[in-house]
Each structure stands twice: as structure tokens, then as C-alpha cells.
């Protein structure tokens, strides 16, 4: 486990590089994500050339994570050792929830031995007793080692290693201050690996610095000091069956769920697809911003999460694929719209051209809508039975504003409709489901099973 005492201490540039850096090595490495975050398993995808994985406590439950983490190892191929960056300060989750969902209860979870990045660029010897204090607070939390950040000098690396060492922490490396090796931020943080197309190599320049700076042999000793995981890999066809789902008999083989790709939209789980293609339908990625119509034999959509305030423009000068979406959503393909998908099928976003299959408006704002919920099925939906229960997050700065009548919501979060901003009534319909809550289907089978069940019966588009 990769993890900080602080958000902003090079976390992402110190787990990205190290993934980098071992593959280069010659280890197959797995990379994960503790918490709900899309982007940075994006940078591990690059790393590791597998897909990157999350690893959520309140989205996965406690008994998932360890059959998550190995499936990720597992898949495509085994791997040699596992990398997770944490999310926030080690000890940083759910507010109120006494470190609910945070780094450290993932760690002690999984058992996993933590590397500590510490930023010491305004700070020298007092570094050690923020190591130390890291070190007592959870006696479940193992600090393995430290990787020393934003070091102003030899000497400087020097006298901070000196102290962390005396309280009984070795140093694994020191990294210098380097704003070449800066990640682009914007609005909901970093600029996504696919919207980068320098990002290949600087995950490249990433792993050599690291590689020069590290000591590359004790980070494989520390992860080979984790103990055994006694679980079984997750399963997605094992998960359907859990959650009661029966293969339908459908009109043809391996129907077809249109999946929203492209820089436009780059969030969602690899488990989806998995759990969907262990559901007999085939899924095709789709680029909403240059792709002329949906995939042939489209029989079920779904539009994950991403940007399309940013590429608006570009989205909008799509006009048939767009009018092809607002048709086959209006005549009935099943379609689960998450977040940017729900934006997406607006009749527009600040003023651009969408697709029209909603009576709505989006707009940004300044506020950052962020936080875990559980999410109540109100009445029977596309992927729900009434009063399912299912953990979810949000992570967004729009509003979505209805301009006519909409059918009820989608879901309850926290006891609350979760729709638009002035017509709560949400979009929870028998074909479509459109909310601005993320949910991991691996958390949730029971989702996936009843949209792939809907999907095998619908005749395509």
C-alpha cells in the first residue's frame, strides 16, 4: 500500500512510478486503488499494461476486498506482486465515520504492509515524528517504509533520512523536486491518462526517475513480507449467480451494450464489462464524440461517467450520433446513464447541443457535489428492485435542472430523491436509469443482472 499523511504529497507520482518502474524490471505488476477514484487506475493502466482496479470498502463491502484485490492479480494473466495507492491522508474516509472506508482500513483489511510518501519540502527532521506519530496511531497499521518526497538537496535528503531511521522506519528512497514529473489538474482533479497524449511517456520519464532514486529490490521485500490472502478471486459469473441471475433466452448471441468511451467519457469499472460479458452480452466501446452512430446490433447502452462539460463542443457537433441515442433511448433500449451520462442525454450543457432524450438542463457550478451514499430503491427500475439497497458515491460540479415532467426518481440517497436540482423527481423508468451516482457492480451484481436481463430480450437498434 502506497499511502501519505496528506493529500497533495506525490502519492499518485510515487505508486504510478513504482508500477512503472518495477514492470520495467521485469515483475508483472497489478495496480489498485483504495477508494471510488476513476482517473488514477487510469495512470496504473499505463503503468502495469493491465486494467487498473479500485478497491472500496463502503462500495465493495469488507468481504470483498480481498477476492477483488486477488481477481485483479489474477487477470489477465498472474501477477508477480500488487501495488494499491491509498486515497487522502492514511487515516482520512467516510466524515463521521471514524476512518470508515479510509487507506488504513483497506490496509489492515488486506493486511498489507504500507509505504509512506512524505513530502519534506517545508519540513526536515520534524518528518520523523509525523512518521512516528503515523506509525502508533493504529496498531492494526504496519509503516514498512518511507519514500522521502520533494527533497531540496542531498543534504537535505540526508538529515530527514537520518531522523526517520532513528524512530525505526527505513527509508526506501528519495525522490527530488522535479515539477517536470506534474500531473495537469483540473476541475474534479487530474487530467485522465486517455485525454493525455503525452501520458505514455511520461509514465515512461516517471519510471526512470524512480527507478534511479529508490531502492527498487526493498519495495519488492516489503511486499513479499505481506502475508498470505485467505480468499478466493472474485468471480464475476459467481457473482451473477449470487445475485439470482438466470441466462434469458435471448433473440441472438451476445447482445450488444454500447459502452460511451473516448476522451469524453473514461469512467467506469473494469468489473462492468466483466460482469456484462459474464451475462452473455458483448460489450463495444464507443466514441460519442466522433463515431456516427451506435454500434451495430445495439441492443443496451451504457454511459458511463467522464467529462462532457469539457468536450461540449465536440459532442454536440456529433449530430447523428446524437439523434441516433435519443432515438433508440426513446423507443426503449435499455440504458443506464451514470453522472456524465446523465448530462450527456440533456437537451444541452451550458448552452451545447446533447442528446435530448431528457427535458433537462445541466450547468456547472463552483460546488463539488463529493461523497459516499446508500442509495434506496424507491420503486422497480431498470436495476433494482424496490427497496434495494446499493453503496454508491458522487463526484461532480453540475446541476442538472428539469424543463418538464420527469418520471420518479432514480434512487433515494440518504433518504433524499437523487434527480434534479428544482424537480426532485428524478429518472428511475422501466428502460432507462439515469442518476448521478456512481455505483460499483461488483458491489452491486444484482444491478448488472437485471440490466443484462433486459438487454438479452430487447430487440436491437
Known amino acids: 500500500m502506497i499511502s501519505a499523511p496528506t493529500s497533495g504529497a506525490g502519492k499518485t507520482t510515487v505508486a504510478t512510478g513504482l508500477m512503472a518502474a518495477l514492470r520495467a524490471a521485469g515483475y508483472d505488476v497489478s495496480g489498485h486503488k483504495a477508494g471510488p477514484d476513476y482517473i488514477d487506475p487510469g495512470y496504473h493502466s499505463l503503468a502495469t499494461g493491465r486494467p487498473g482496479r479500485n478497491l472500496d470498502v463502503h462500495l465493495h463491502g469488507e468481504n470483498l476486498l480481498g477476492p477483488l484485490l486477488l481477481h485483479g492479480a489474477s487477470h489477465p494473466r498472474p501477477a508477480d506482486l500488487a501495488v494499491i495507492e491509498g486515497m487522502m491522508g492514511l487515516y482520512d474516509g467516510k466524515l463521521g465515520g471514524r476512518g470508515f472506508a479510509s487507506t488504513a482500513h483497506v490496509a489492515a483489511l488486506l493486511d498489507a504492509p504500507v509505504v509512506l510518501v512524505v513530502d519534506v519540502s517545508h519540513v526536515s527532521r520534524s518528518a520523523a515524528a509525523i ?17 522521502l518526497n520533494r527533497v531540496g538537496s542531498r543534504r537535505h535528503a540526508a538529515e530527514v533520512a537520518s531522523a526517520v531511521e532513528d524512530v525505526g522506519v527505513p527509508v526506501l528512497g528519495a525522490l527530488r523536486h522535479d515539477s517536470g514529473l506534474a500531473v495537469p489538474s483540473r476541475h474534479l482533479g487530474l487530467v485522465p491518462a486517455e485525454e493525455r497524449a503525452e501520458a505514455v511517456a511520461a509514465v515512461e520519464l516517471l519510471a526512470e526517475r524512480i527507478a534511479a532514486q529508490v531502492d527498487l529490490t526493498a519495495v519488492v521485500e516489503v511486499a513479499r513480507s505481506a502475508p498470505p490472502l485467505h480468499a478466493q478471486a472474485w468471480s464475476a459469473q459467481e457473482a451473477l449467480r449470487a445475485a439470482g441471475f438466470h441466462p434469458v433466452s435471448a433473440q441472438r448471441d451476445h447482445p450488444v451494450v454500447a459502452v460511451a468511451g473516448g476522451q469524453a467519457f473514461t469512467f467506469r469499472y473494469a468489473e462492468v464489462e466483466e460482469l456484462l460479458r459474464a451475462a452473455g452480452c458483448r460489450p463495444v466501446v464507443f466514441d460519442p464524440m466522433s463515431d456516427p452512430a451506435l454500434p451495430d446490433g445495439t441492443a443496451g447502452i451504457y454511459l458511463g461517467g467522464g467529462f462532457p462539460e469539457v468536450y461540449a463542443a465536440e459532442l454536440a457537433g456529433n449530430t447523428a450520433l446524437r439523434t441516433a441515442l435519443r432515438d433508440a433511448v426513446r423507443s426503449g433500449v435499455p440504458t443506464v446513464a451514470e453522472c456524465a451520462g446523465l448530462l450527456y442525454l440533456c437537451r444541452d450543457v451550458d448552452g451545447a447541443p446533447m442528446v435530448g432524450a431528457l427535458d433537462a438542463v445541466g450547468r456547472m457550478t463552483s460546488r463539488l457535489a463529493l461523497g459516499y451514499y446508500s442509495a434506496l430503491a424507491p420503486a422497480e427500475t431498470l436495476v433494482a428492485a424496490e427497496g434495494d439497497r446499493v453503496p454508491g458515491h458522487t463526484f461532480h460540479r453540475t446541476t442538472v435542472t428539469s424543463t418538464g415532467e420527469q418520471a420518479g426518481p432514480a434512487w433515494l440517497l440518504d433518504g433524499q430523491p437523487d434527480g434534479f436540482s428544482s424537480d426532485p423527481a428524478g429518472i428511475g423508468r422501466p428502460t432507462l436509469h439515469a442518476s448521478y451516482l456512481h455505483t460499483h457492480w461488483a458491489g452491486c451484481p444484482q444491478a448488472a443482472a ?11 437498434c
Open 450 to 460: 437485471r440490466f443484462a436481463a433486459a438487454v438479452s430480450t430487447q430487440r436491437p
Open 131 to 147: 512518521v512516528a506519530g503515523m506509525a502508533v496511531f493504529d496498531q492494526r497499521i504496519r509503516i514498512a517504509g518511507v519514500i
